[in-house]
């Protein structure tokens, strides 16, 4: 079936860097494009970058542009998000998915930034 095992959270301090990583199974991997989601506290869950199928393309919300980049390995079944400049409202569980696609959430990875 399809999973999902995010990883690479962590406590930072405001300005540092995270490297999240995104292991996938049960589906064409390198069929369909992918996304990096998160919820914060008290809201709603958020979609935060897409990569299309073969990488080529990259969409970004608006708060992270220029801070985040999404990335994805094929051959591995794994994609990425490396964020920098990180800000205390970047607090907040992520997850990786399917593009457009509501099911088979993994446990997410928590991301805490603060001083």
């Known amino acids: 079936q399809v999973q999902f095992v995010e990883s690479g959270g962590g406590l930072v301090q405001p300005g540092g860097s995270l490297r999240l990583s995104c292991s996938a199974s049960?589906?064409?991997?390198?069929?369909?494009?992918m996304s990096w989601y998160r919820q914060a506290p008290g809201k709603e869950r958020e979609l935060v970058a897409t990569?299309?199928?073969?990488?080529?393309?990259?969409i970004y919300e608006d708060s992270v542009k220029g801070r985040f980049t999404i990335s994805r390995d094929n051959a591995k079944n794994m994609m990425f998000l490396q964020m920098n400049s990180l800000k205390p409202e970047d607090t907040a569980v992520y997850y990786c998915?399917?593009?457009?696609?509501?099911?088979?959430w993994g446990q997410g990875t928590q991301v805490t930034v603060s001083s």
């Open positions: 998915n399917i593009r457009n696609s509501d099911r088979n």
């Open positions: 049960g589906f064409t991997f390198g069929a369909l494009a």
């Open positions: 990569i299309t199928s073969g990488g080529g393309t990259k």
